[in-house]
Nanobody, 125 residues
Framework: QWQLVESGGGLVQPGGSLRLTCGAS????????IGWFRQAPGKEREGVSC????????NYIDSVKGRFTISRDNAKNTVYLQMSSLKPEDTAVYYC??????????????????WGQGTQVTVSS
């Protein structure tokens, strides 16, 4: 059974940093593009960033460019989202998912509809 597990969220002050981790069981992440999504209270879930299977293509939405970095360690079957200079508007539940990460596009949907439980990120003073 394929499962995704997100971790690394927490409470951080504005300007702070967090690193989110996406792990998998039942399959190998290295075969797939992976995206990070987030859903803030009262808002629809949105794609934030994605990375292709080899790690040589990354895409970001404008609001996180220069602050977030997505990366992957295929040997560890893990994808990361390093978040810096966090803002209150980054507060959301963050999810990772299998996606098709095509040039210049941050996916708005997953490839298989598979979601993990998410990890809460709260940016507040």
């Amino acid at each position: 059974q394929w499962q995704l597990v997100e971790s690394g969220g927490g409470l951080v002050q504005p300007g702070g940093s967090l690193r989110l981790t996406c792990g998998a069981s039942g399959f190998f992440l290295h075969s797939w593009g992976i995206g990070w999504f987030r859903q803030a209270p009262g808002k629809e879930r949105e794609g934030v960033s994605c990375i292709n299977s080899s790690g040589n293509r990354t895409n970001y939405i404008d609001s996180v460019k220069g602050r977030f970095t997505i990366s992957r360690d295929n040997a560890k079957n893990t994808v990361y989202l390093q978040m810096s200079s966090l803002k209150p508007e980054d507060t959301a539940v963050y999810y990772c998912a299998v996606v098709f990460c095509t040039p210049g596009v941050v996916p708005s949907a997953t490839a298989f509809g598979l979601w993990g439980q998410g990890t809460q990120v709260t940016v507040s003073s």
